[in-house]
């Protein structure tokens, strides 16, 4: 499956954007999904997961309240929400799809099989 990330731009603190991750290849409605970000030299961290129905989330607790996960398997489309963007949120944020063949928490990089290539996220104090 292709995953490509989008929606990422420059925005003032407390304000709000909204990421897509859009899937071809194969039916996004297969696997549950993350999103992660990356900040310049550190490593690549969780933010959120969605399971394959939708019908659970689960989120970093540095985005929790403020950033909501959903999908439209319809559109073979999840997204990320994100409210209140505060300047420590700047970052590339990845979107990846976990098919369940790796054996580790769902907050672990290496739990997922297939990533997007990142879409930048900068929030302006």
């Known amino acids: 499956v292709q995953l490509q990330a989008f929606g990422g731009g420059l925005v003032q603190a407390g304000g709000s954007l909204r990421l897509s991750c859009a899937a071809s290849?194969?039916?996004?409605?297969?696997?549950?999904m993350g999103w992660f970000r990356q900040a310049p030299g550190k490593e690549r961290e969780f933010v959120a997961r969605?399971?394959?129905?939708?019908?659970?989330?689960h989120y970093a607790d540095s985005v929790d309240g403020r950033f909501t996960i959903s999908r439209d398997n319809a559109k073979n489309t999840v997204y990320l929400q994100m409210n209140s963007l505060k300047p420590e949120d700047t970052a590339v944020y990845y979107c990846?799809?976990?098919?369940?063949?790796?054996?580790?928490?769902?907050?672990?990089?290496?739990?997922?099989?297939?990533w997007g290539q990142g879409t930048q996220v900068t929030v302006s104090s």
């Open positions: 290849g194969r039916t996004l409605s297969s696997y549950a």
């Open positions: 969605i399971s394959r129905s939708g019908g659970s989330a």
């Open positions: 990846a799809a976990d098919t369940g063949s790796v054996s580790a928490p769902y907050y672990y990089t290496a739990k997922y099989d297939y």
